[in-house]
């Protein structure tokens, strides 16, 4: 069976873009979107986390440690769901 398709096997071009055909490609689709996260050592809950060339930062509310300068990872996972 051939490798999946990914990122660099796409158009841009409306008409051209996978996702305007009917049936997916027998060999499927990889999703290339490499996220690495850590914990800010020393700063009670903060997280940061690193896609591509974007950067965020969560954090925790007082009441369970944090010091609440960020969102909360559920309130990322919340704005994710709608967005």
Known sequence: MP???GNEDFSDKPG??????P???AQGI???NDVHTEI???????????AGKFEV???E???IGGTDRYPSPMSYLAMAIGF
């Not at 800010?40 to 690193?50: D, N, W």
């Open 3 to 5: 490798k999946p398709l």
């Open 16 to 21: 051209e873009r996978v996702i305007d055909r």
């Open 23 to 25: 049936e997916l490609p």
């Open 30 to 32: 990889t999703n290339e």
């Open 40 to 50: 800010v050592s020393g700063e009670m809950q903060l997280k940061r986390g690193v």
């Open 57 to 59: 930062f969560c954090d």
């Open 61 to 63: 509310p007082a009441r």
